[in-house]
């Protein structure tokens, strides 16, 4: 079956940084995806990596590595309104969206 | 503002009616999606429409159906709701089917659906 694997929850620092990892089992692969969702509103798209290697916007950088399985976001110079869950996507073969069931991140002052 | 209008934000439904959430594109995109959101779940495509005129069954497409008259609009109708169809609906578009272009999704604010 397909897998998508990212913890559930992590707790950080405003002003620190924070990695959150997202390891896939697909059938194919055309992409992976991240989306930030804060609560009670829709995703908004942050990233998209096809290659492997490091994708860096601004204070939000995205991993890939294609032989692993293996994504991760990582966020910078946190800030409160970073507080929100972060939704992990791999495009199949069939160019269908597998989502993971997010990680929430709690930011503290 | 252009993007995507869904209706309603919420709503509270007896199981066994029939219920029909609304979506609206205005950015000319190719793609729709219907997702349902479920705590401690990730996103699940109910139906998804690659163009206008054809549709397709997603992961979970049981108890819903959808149609594509024209680019813009999306309906899905639960013909009779169960309490298990309780659930956050997203209503989604890409310019290309997949989203392959540039990997982007945009989303609807979410229909909040409680069968009781």
């Known amino acids: 079956g397909q897998n998508i694997d990212q913890p559930t929850e992590m707790t950080a620092t405003e002003g620190a940084i924070v990695q959150i990892n997202c390891t896939y089992q697909t059938s194919g692969f055309n992409g992976l995806f991240w989306y930030q969702q804060h609560a009670g509103e829709a995703p908004t798209f942050l990233s998209y990596n096809v290659l492997d290697g490091l994708e860096e916007k601004g204070r939000f950088s995205s991993f890939l590595s294609r032989s692993k399985g293996y994504s991760y976001l990582l966020l910078k110079e946190l800030q409160m309104k970073d507080s929100a869950s972060y939704l992990c996507a791999v495009m199949d073969s069939n160019y269908q969206l597998i989502w993971g069931a997010g990680t929430k991140l709690i930011i503290k002052p | 503002i252009a993007g995507i209008t869904q209706a309603p934000t919420s709503q509270i439904l007896a199981a066994g009616r029939r219920m029909t959430l609304r979506c609206t594109q205005d950015?000319?995109?190719?793609?729709m999606y219907w997702y349902r959101q479920d705590l401690g779940l990730g996103l699940r495509l109910i139906h998804y429409?690659?163009?206008?005129?054809?549709?397709g069954k997603g992961e979970v497409p049981d108890g819903y159906s959808v149609s594509r008259a024209n680019t813009d609009d999306f309906p899905l109708t639960l013909a009779s709701a169960v309490p298990s169809q309780t659930s956050v609906y997203f209503c989604?578009?890409?310019?290309?089917?997949?989203?392959?272009?540039?990997?982007?999704?945009?989303f609807g604010e979410g229909s909040r659906l409680t069968v009781l």
């Open positions: 950015m000319r995109h190719n793609a």
């Open positions: 429409s690659n163009t206008a005129g054809t549709t």
């Open positions: 989604a578009s890409s310019r290309l089917a997949g989203g392959a272009d540039t990997g982007e999704l945009f």
